[in-house]
Nanobody, 119 residues
Framework: QVQLVESGGGLVQPGGSLRLSCAAS????????MGWYRQAPGKQRELVAL???????NYADSAKGRFTISRDNAKNTVYLQMNSLKPEDTGVYYC?????????????WGQGTQVTVSS
C-alpha cells in the first residue's frame, strides 16, 4: 500500500506561481511514473504532467512552457512548479504514482489539493 500526501495548493493571483509537492510512503520496491492531474468544477479529471523514473517528462499542451514537473527519488517526492498561472488553471490537483512491489504494479491517488487562480 502506498500513501500520498500533497501540499502547496492555495489562492494565487493570475500571473502568480505555486509549487505543489507530493510525498509517497508505504511499502513498495520502486516508483515508476509520477504525475499530476487536475479536475476543474464540472469537468473530468485531466492530465497535467508526468515524469518517469528515467526523468522523461510529458506535459499537457496547456502546461507546456509554464509548468515544470520534477522528482526527488531519494525522498519519493514529485513536484509541480506552476508559473504564469491563469484562472483556467483553477481546480483540484491530484498526485498519481505507479508503484511496484514484487513485480506487481498499482496506481495510487492523493487526496487532492485545491488551486484557485483569481484576482
Amino acid at each position: 500500500q502506498v500513501q500520498l500526501v500533497e501540499s502547496g495548493g492555495g489562492l494565487v493571483q493570475p500571473g502568480g506561481s505555486l509549487r505543489l509537492s507530493c510525498a509517497a510512503s508505504g511499502i513498495f520496491d520502486s516508483i515508476y511514473v509520477m504525475g499530476w492531474y487536475r479536475q476543474a468544477p464540472g469537468k473530468q479529471r485531466e492530465l497535467v504532467a508526468l515524469i518517469a523514473s528515467t526523468s522523461r517528462t510529458n506535459y499537457a499542451d496547456s502546461a507546456k512552457g509554464r509548468f515544470t514537473i520534477s522528482r526527488d527519488n531519494a525522498k519519493n517526492t514529485v513536484y509541480l512548479q506552476m508559473n504564469s498561472l491563469k484562472p483556467e488553471d483553477t481546480g483540484v490537483y491530484y498526485c498519481n504514482v505507479a508503484a511496484g512491489l514484487r513485480g506487481a504494479f498499482s496506481s495510487y491517488w492523493g487526496q487532492g489539493t485545491q488551486v484557485t487562480v483569481s484576482s
